[in-house]
């Protein structure tokens, strides 16, 4: 009898799929995944730990309910620029928020082509 080779490989962390696991020891770059969490790093760093992200937008909505529903000042007009400025710069942290995202997705999807393929 001939019995074909395991279309799968175990690992200490679960079954992969064997040709595509053969694939990632040629091509995979381990190293890649540390620079994305160095990257992390000084995203988090510049955005103040995401905190930062999160007041800008609160910023952003208080002056938006002040200058397009009337509301009173609740932001001080020396804290900031203006309205535009502020959502400007809120746009570009996101703008690299994203373009990181997109790259760790670009990591992770050859780990997640991993998954064993059912036969059934």
Known sequence: MNIPPASFRVTPYGEVDAEALERLHDDYDTIQLLRLVDGLDLLLKEMNNIGGLRDGLLRVHAMAKTVLDGAALSVSVTEGGS?????????????????????????LKP????????PH
Request: no cysteine; aromatic share 6%; proline share 3%.
């Open 83 to 107: 309205i535009w400025e502020e959502a400007e710069s809120l746009d570009e942290d996101l703008v690299e928020l994203g373009n990181w995202l997109a790259s760790v997705r670009v990591q």
């Open 111 to 118: 780990l997640i082509e991993l998954m064993p393929v059912d």
